[in-house]
């Protein structure tokens, strides 16, 4: 899982992964009222590591990124897919003004 590296701290450690999930009242995800609901059920997944990107320092500067790593495997459904990144051979301008 993709997500930021100012969510991993001392002090706020990330140990648990939710996929999956929309309205966090429900579980399944069902529209109210809806009676034949066959949506996939949330994945709570136990984190194994997490993995901060090393130039990162702190939440205004770049880098601000981190790989979570899961002890088990995920099950790929409609609710939870693959996120695809860009391939390196595209070249793309970033700006941040805070960025030396």
Known sequence: VLT???CHTEKTKIVEVVLGEWDVLTD????????GCDNPRVQRKEVEDVIVHRGYVN?????????????????????????????????FQF??????
Do not use: S, W
């Not at 700006?95 to 030396?100: C, Y």
């Open 4 to 6: 930021a590296a100012h």
């Open 28 to 35: 399944p995800d069902c529209p109210i009222g809806e009676g």
């Open 59 to 91: 939440k205004t500067g770049p880098n601000d990124i981190a790989l979570i790593k899961m002890k088990t495997e995920v099950l790929l459904n409609a609710f939870v897919q693959f996120g695809c990144l860009p391939l390196p051979e595209y070249k």
């Open 95 to 100: 700006h941040n003004p805070e960025a030396r």
